[in-house]
């Protein structure tokens, strides 16, 4: 069987959100520059490149780690063991697999997609996307490390651990309740 | 700790390149190839990002992020970074850069958690961009209706876990 390869993300290399974080980054900068002078504006920019420059190679580790793994996982054995059946123990599982799988967007919802399609359920479903958002290590190293330091980002993310399993069995709570129906249709 | 964590995304890359070439030469050129190209077309929003968020920063006057969002604003704060986070678009170089800006201005620890976590769940242009057309309609309002206590409850385990 021939797996379908997830959709080519088209990102390109320049948008509107970016282009309006630029116009309010130049605002800033110019604010800065004149409120506070050239030695503090100096001071500021020299100090986002050091950040930049520490950045670089992890970002680039990550968009090879991210694109490697898209490439070789095994997206239909994997979803296997997310299956109806799985309870509890599925949602864990699901949940492991949102923190390990690395990749952005372009990768998660292709496999969350394969999920549902082998009959995962609802609840193992959110949990898997709800751990790659607020917990998957790629993210938290390359891209939230860097802002915030390390001790706020371990501490942050002790506190997201319980946060997809409890967004899974809510989500089955409401599937339970007949207040949603999902199908594993696509 | 910084040269570590290096040290440890590069050995997962040369781990996966060498699974990749054991299983053909094109997987190997294909997956460097194009996780190049992502890495070129990242590039603008990072320097952007970095360097617009320490310049954001500086930027904003402390006395108006403080009454909404200090560390004295409770329930209230908490609730207002929420909606910040989940109308914030773009990835993960604005969510956490506008998160670090908020932290450097005096926002309180917990709030700034609900505020990245909100957006960790929400961030409206992946939702639109990539959740609508990829998954099935009502499995992504299921998921943004059960993802809402989430913000509140990490704010919640912030306080009580106490600062950083």
Redesign the interface.
């Known amino acids: 069987m021939t797996e379908p390869s997830p959709?080519r993300?088209r990102?390109?290399?320049?948008d509107w959100?970016?282009a309006v974080?630029?116009a309010?980054?130049?605002?800033?900068?110019g604010?800065?520059y004149w409120?506070?002078g050239s030695a503090?504006f100096n001071a500021?920019?020299n100090?986002?490149?050091v950040?930049?420059g520490?950045?670089?190679?992890?970002?680039?580790?990550?968009?090879?780690?991210?694109?490697?793994?898209t490439?070789?996982l095994p997206r239909e054995m994997v979803a296997r063991w997310v299956g109806h059946e799985s309870g509890f123990a599925g949602l864990l599982i699901a949940a492991l697999f949102g923190i390990i799988l690395p990749g952005?967007?372009?990768t998660i919802?292709?496999v969350?997609?394969a999920f549902?399609a082998v009959g995962a359920d609802?609840g193992a479903?959110?949990a898997f996307?709800?751990a790659w958002?607020?917990i998957g290590y790629t993210?938290a190293?390359?891209?939230?490390?860097?802002?915030?330091g390390?001790?706020?980002v371990i501490?942050?993310i002790?506190?997201?651990l319980?946060?997809p399993i409890?967004?899974g069995l809510?989500?089955r709570m409401?599937?339970k309740a007949g207040l949603?129906?999902?199908?594993g249709?696509? | 700790?910084?040269l570590a964590?290096?040290i440890?995304?590069?050995i997962?890359?040369g781990a996966?390149?060498l699974?990749?070439r054991m299983?053909g030469r094109v997987?190997l050129r294909?997956?460097?190839r194009?996780?190049?190209i992502?890495?070129?077309?990242?590039?603008?929003?990072?320097?952007?990002?970095?360097?617009?968020?320490?310049?954001?920063a500086?930027?904003?006057p402390n006395d108006a992020i403080v009454p909404w969002v200090g560390p004295d604003s409770g329930l209230i704060g908490t609730a207002i970074a929420t909606v910040g986070g989940a109308l914030t678009?773009?990835?993960?170089?604005?969510g956490?850069?506008i998160?670090?800006a908020m932290?450097k201005s005096g926002a309180g620890?917990p709030q700034v958690?609900a505020y990245?976590?909100a957006w960790?769940?929400y961030a409206l242009?992946?939702l639109v961009?990539?959740?609508v057309p990829?998954?099935?309609a009502?499995?992504v309002?299921?998921?943004a209706?059960?993802?809402l206590?989430?913000p509140f409850?990490?704010a919640a385990?912030?306080t009580l876990?106490g600062q950083?």
Do not use: N, Q
Request: include cysteine; glycine fraction near 8%.
């Open positions: 959709p993300h990102r390109r290399a320049f959100s970016t974080i630029a309010v980054a130049l605002g800033a900068a604010t800065v409120r506070d503090h500021i920019l100090s986002d490149f950040l930049l520490t950045m670089m190679p992890r970002v680039l580790a990550g968009c090879l780690i991210g694109t490697f793994v490439l070789l952005g967007p372009f919802y292709p969350a997609g549902l609802a479903v959110v996307i709800s958002t607020l993210r190293l390359v891209w939230e490390l860097p802002f915030f390390t001790h706020f501490w942050r002790v506190e997201a319980p946060l409890i967004a809510l989500a409401v599937v949603a129906r999902i199908r249709e696509r | 700790m910084t964590i290096d440890l995304l590069w997962a890359v996966l390149a699974f990749a299983r997987l294909d997956g460097a194009e996780g190049l992502e890495f070129a077309k990242l590039l603008p929003r990072i320097c952007i990002g970095v360097i617009g968020a320490g310049f954001v500086e930027a904003l678009p773009g990835g993960p170089v604005i956490f850069s998160g670090a932290l620890a958690i990245s976590t960790a769940l242009h992946r961009i990539f959740e990829m998954m099935p009502r499995m309002w299921l998921r209706a059960v993802s206590p989430l409850l990490a385990f912030a876990l950083p």
